[in-house]
């Protein structure tokens, strides 16, 4: 069945509430990672809802993407959870809620989360210099001119800081023309080949940055890759064990982890791209990491999560909640208000480099000005994207979490398939009516 446990108005024509609640917890589907109830006692439009399901239901059928799972919680309670299409590109097996994809960047917002758990305990600060904690950071030296041969640097002004690290500021020479000399040395470190978080913090900190930290904004997974190495070292805990110990156990998000058990590896939805006549194909061998195993030779902090839509909105309820979910505490209320604000206030204009209308806070992207951004929202509102098409929102103002996985790499070419996640996310909030 393509979509299961629907929210729509046939569904709950046919079932009363304590009989949707009960269908939706069969053992022959995902649980709800919330509890459910129906989108009208939410402030929610059932039938405007619906318009959410049938825009994804379409995409599907065009065979713009393989399968999708939507999930909607407003007031912490489930509104719709649904999925479509199939796990598998023979289409032989359905989609279903409990699909497990690669996140990608969507790894930061948890890394985040574990640096402000710290933080907390008064075992670190945000403005701390890297240095403090991973020393070989300690001689950073700033890209002035010469060749890769024969590089000509300074010292920085400033030294890199934590926060540097999760908001995409720190100087690292991870973006722009790879034939630049800065880029040159950075790309010859073999960062990717690193065998763990040790290694790939040494390999990075004898590379020169491309600017001084905290004077500019470009977004790469390099520096989240360190703040994870600086969990293992403040917290003694390998970087996945402390996110198993710390967020996912007490927060039972089962199925989320660097690695899926062989078990579990059936669930895993595969990856698609698409060839140049526009048609649905296989990733090219070698492109990823075969389905389950790590996806990085090290515990990527920057994207090298697996988890399910289901696991997902509860990591995001956490901190919708203000960082506490059914009985347990995982952040202050205070670290989650800081998390969602705008860390690049210092910058001119002060936003990152995908979007005028938005801010970045730890982790993930900030709403500044939803006029500017043309599309429903709130300010305030908090969330990001991982590279294989999987989103995520988190309204405040709103008590909304909205999430749509899928799991497609677009190619670069003009027959990829339009992006679902803007049209998704305003088909969200039209459903708003209370």
């Not at 999925?83 to 690669?102: N, T």
């Not at 208000?337 to 204009?349: D, G, I, K, R, V």
Request: aromatic share 8%; net charge positive; with cysteine.
């Amino acid at each position: 069945m393509g979509r299961v446990c629907q929210s729509s108005d046939h569904m709950r024509t046919l079932l009363s509430v304590a009989a949707l609640a009960a269908f939706c917890a069969a053992p022959a589907f995902a649980r709800t990672p919330l509890p459910y109830m129906p989108p009208a006692t939410q402030g929610i439009s059932p039938d405007r809802l619906h318009r959410v399901d049938s825009f994804v239901e379409q995409a599907i059928q065009r065979n713009d993407y393989l399968g999708a799972v939507v999930l909607v919680l407003r007031n912490g309670k489930v509104v719709d959870y649904n999925a479509y299409g199939h796990r598998d590109l023979a289409r032989s097996e359905p989609l279903q809620r409990d699909a497990i994809f690669r996140i990608y960047s969507m790894s930061k917002t948890v890394t985040a989360a574990a640096i402000l758990m710290l933080m907390e305990e008064g075992k670190l600060l945000l403005d701390d210099p890297v240095s403090k904690y991973l020393p070989e950071f300690a001689d950073a030296r700033v890209f002035v001119a010469g060749t890769a041969a024969v590089p000509e640097t300074r010292s920085p002004k400033n030294p890199i800081t934590i926060r540097q690290l999760l908001t995409h500021t720190p100087g690292f020479a991870s973006y722009g023309d790879r034939s630049l000399p800065v880029n040159q040395i950075f790309d010859s470190a073999l960062l990717s080949q690193a065998t763990d978080l040790d290694v790939f913090s040494k390999r990075l900190a004898r590379v020169p940055l491309a600017h001084e930290p905290g004077a500019e904004f470009h977004y790469d997974g390099t520096a989240t890759v360190v703040a994870g190495r600086v969990v293992e070292v403040v917290s003694g805990l390998r970087f996945d064990a402390f996110l198993h110990k710390r967020l996912f156990r007490p927060l039972q998000m089962v199925d989320t982890g660097f690695i899926v058990p062989p078990a579990k590896r059936g669930r895993i939805v595969d990856m698609t791209t698409t060839d140049a006549g526009g048609r649905l194909s296989a990733i090219e061998p070698g492109r990823i990491a075969p389905p389950g195993e790590l996806q990085n030779p090290y515990f990527s902090g920057g994207g090298g999560l697996y988890s399910t839509a289901g696991d997902y909105a509860r990591f995001a309820q956490m901190l919708l909640n203000g960082g506490q979910l059914d009985g347990v505490q995982i952040l202050g209320r205070k670290s989650v208000e800081m998390m969602m604000a705008n860390h690049l206030s210092h910058l001119s204009p002060p936003t990152h480099e995908f979007s005028p209308a938005e801010g970045f806070g730890l982790g993930g992207a900030v709403v500044l000005d939803v006029a500017r951004r043309a599309r429903l929202g709130s300010v305030g509102q908090f969330g990001w994207s991982g590279a294989a098409s999987t989103y995520y929102t988190i309204d405040p103002k709103e008590k909304l979490v909205a999430l749509l996985m899928m799991q497609h790499l677009p190619g670069g070419k003009p027959s990829d398939p339009p992006k679902l996640n803007v049209k998704f996310f305003n088909l969200v909030y039209q459903s708003l009516i209370k």
